[in-house]
């Protein structure tokens, strides 16, 4: 059970802030993170000598957030795409990132499971403990985190981020706070991408943050419609990804994003049927 309300903790705080990140056309910028916490990762490592440690969490979000900074400022300053951009710095990150390991750190054993498919199976495993009071599943309370700053974010600044995702010189134009809130969905972004990304591996996260709000978005046109949808969307391909592996003994992260995509796929079918319909 403690598994399953992980996924589905993960399934929220990401489809909440992949339905921001979709409609601002900057969903390939978690895939950039989820490589950029390797050089994290490492100095973590050559501090505390130990894979088990909390600090692997704040320097993987130090260098994640830092890349993040490093793309924005490129991408204000030099004439290439933002795609481009952020090709360019997560491959660097993560180039040095393998270099640390190779020369400086060769007894760290960072394998595809850590770090491409994510160990979900075993996040129960690893608790929280508080003056020797275990409190649960560590990730639990780091994904819970996420979840109450997402949520508080978007219902604070819904109206907010509405109008600047939409027509961002507008939103400008009236006095909204724009930088403050594009630095809050980086640092939220990031903030949640490092934190699954613990538990899930690469490409789970990115199947969170990017699946359901594209389905979403073939939904809706609103942004409350899209962030319904993603995370309803999230939340079924959670549940029935998780049965299905529990079922076949399969990969709970590739069942689950697996699902999500048949239903992507499914609701792209139905709509492209009605509309064939309708003109029929």
Partial sequence: MSILIIVFLAAISCSLLGALVFLRREAMLVDAISHAVLPGIVVAFLIVSSLSSPFFMVFAFLFAFLAVMIMKFLATRIRVSKESVIGIVFTAFFAIGVLMISRVAGNVHLDQDAVIYGSVEFAGFNRLELFGV????????????????????????YKELKTMIFDEKFAVSIGMPVRFLN??????????AVVAFEVMGSIMVLGLFALPAAGGYLLSRSLMGVLVYAVLMGLVGSLLGFWWAFAGDLSIGGAVITVLGGIFVMIWGLLRFMLWFRKG
């Fill in 134 to 157: 275990d409190l649960g599943p560590r990730a639990i309370w780091s994904l819970g985190v996420a979840v109450l700053l997402n949520f508080g974010f978007v219902t604070l600044f």
């Fill in 183 to 192: 630095f809050m969905i980086l640092f939220l972004v990031t903030l949640t």
